[in-house]
């Protein structure tokens, strides 16, 4: 009779490659056959950026195993053995029953339990899940950190921009007061020009200064009087 498992709802939706991709198996099966030497290490679940301020690495599946609230059991043959027995070269080209019949001999020549075997794929895979789920809100939590900082950049970019936008203006406010200060300036100007110009022209003998709009004009009959 098969032992009770873990409940799983998602197992039967897992891909393969989610049992296959994990890491070594542990030592030895309690009070079963004897320890077989430790594989080299797999290769980490995945690696991202270690910049100060982002996402560090992530665990390698034997670590995630090792940590989860309910660890594998220790067996000689576990379900990651079984799917390195899967993918051996040597049942490269067998039939799925074939190659089915050839993994169950080995098994029961080797001692394993299927409900072992199968417990111990329900752990590994709830492991894993559970690590995906806390790296999920791990990762929400520093998105959402990230994107409050970039609200407070934005406000204090903005801030600035209200700032530096305003010193414009006041220098575009400054110009226009010097050009208005300048054009009345030039009005004074020629009307002082004009009272010039008046008083040069009762300068000149043989004129009043009628008609003399101009100091150039005035200049040109004290130079034709001069003449004369």
Not at 23 to 44: D, I, L, V, Y
Not at 134 to 147: C, G, M, P, V
Request: hydrophobic share 40%.
């Amino acid at each position: 009779m098969l032992k009770k498992w873990f409940t799983l709802p998602s197992l039967e939706d897992e891909p393969a490659e989610t049992v296959r991709a994990g890491s070594t198996e542990p030592a030895a099966r309690p009070a079963a056959a004897a320890e077989e030497p430790s594989p080299a290490p797999r290769a980490p679940a995945a690696v991202t950026s270690t910049a100060a301020g982002s996402v560090p690495k992530y665990s390698p599946f034997d670590q995630i195993y090792q940590n989860a609230a309910i660890k594998p059991p220790r067996l000689s043959y576990g379900i990651l053995k079984v799917a390195e027995m899967v993918n051996s070269a040597h049942l490269t080209g067998m039939s799925p029953e074939a190659k089915r019949c050839s993994i169950l001999m080995a098994l029961e020549a080797a001692g394993a339990e299927i409900e072992d075997l199968l417990q111990d794929a329900v752990v590994r895979q709830r492991a894993l899940n559970d690590f995906e789920e806390t790296q999920r809100k791990r990762i929400e939590a520093f998105e959402q950190s990230k994107l409050d900082e970039n609200t407070k950049i934005q406000q204090e970019l903005e801030r600035l921009t209200a700032q530096h936008m305003a010193r414009i203006q006041a220098n575009l406010d400054e110009v226009a007061r010097e050009q208005d200060n300048f054009r009345v300036w030039q009005r004074s100007k020629q009307q002082e020009s004009q009272h010039i110009t008046e008083a040069a022209a009762y300068c000149v003998p043989q004129g009043n200064g009628a008609g003399i709009n101009s100091l150039t004009a005035v200049l040109e009959r004290a130079t034709t009087v001069t003449h004369k």
